[in-house]
Every structure is written in C-alpha cells, then in structure tokens.
C-alpha cells in the first residue's frame, strides 16, 4: 500500500489543522493505522492510532484532548484533527499502516509496515 499524507503548513499558536492519509489499494478497511511525528533533533514519537474498523483510537498522552483521529474506508482515508495547536506541535507528521485481522494498534512505530511521506507542520508563537 501506499500513503499520502497532507494538509501541513503554517499556522498561530492556538490554531487548527487537520491531515489527511490517502492510501492506495482495495483493502485500506484491513489496515490498522498510526500517526507519529518527528521534530527536528528529536526522535520519532506516537501521536495517536485508530483500529481498522475505527471502532477505537489511543493518544498521546501529549495530544489527547486536542487531536482526533478518524477514518472514512470508503475513501481509503485516515484524517487528523489538530485543534489548540502549539509550538510544541512543530514537526513532521506520518502516518503508518499495517495490515491486521483483528482490532488491534499499537504505539510502536515497528508495529507499522508501510509509512507515507511526512507532511510538515509549523506552529509559530
């Protein structure tokens, strides 16, 4: 499969954006999939998951209460809602797949086989 992932770009503290992860393929409901994110210098980090169903999601703790995860499976899409944005929030953002046949995810980036792109969010103070 394949993953595209935008929506990034340049917003105030306190602003929102929302990415979008468009995969490839027929069998995008089967995939468990993960957003992470990296900030310069810093190693990648978990964001949030949602089951293939999106029947359930897990934050960060660092996140929860801001963002949101969804999904629309008939257009192979899984979007990010990121609401009192920060500059803490600063990086590049990912998302991940996997292809699983129960509810499962998973905060590990290991767990995840195929990754899109990154698409950059800046949040300027």
């Known amino acids: 499969v394949q993953l595209q992932a935008s929506g990034g770009g340049l917003v105030q503290a306190g602003g929102s954006l929302r990415l979008s992860c468009a995969a490839s393929?027929?069998?995008?409901?089967?995939?468990?999939m993960g957003w992470f994110r990296q900030a310069p210098e810093k190693e990648r980090e978990f964001v949030g998951s949602i089951t293939r169903n999106g029947d359930r999601v897990d934050y960060a703790d660092s996140v929860k209460g801001r963002f949101t995860i969804s999904r629309d499976n008939a257009k192979n899409t899984v979007y990010l809602q990121m609401n009192s944005l920060g500059p803490e929030d600063t990086a590049v953002y990912y998302c991940a797949a996997r292809p699983v046949t129960t509810t499962i995810t998973s905060r590990q980036a290991s767990f995840y086989n195929y990754w899109g792109q990154g698409t950059q969010v800046t949040v300027s103070s």
């Open positions: 393929g027929r069998t995008f409901s089967t995939y468990a």
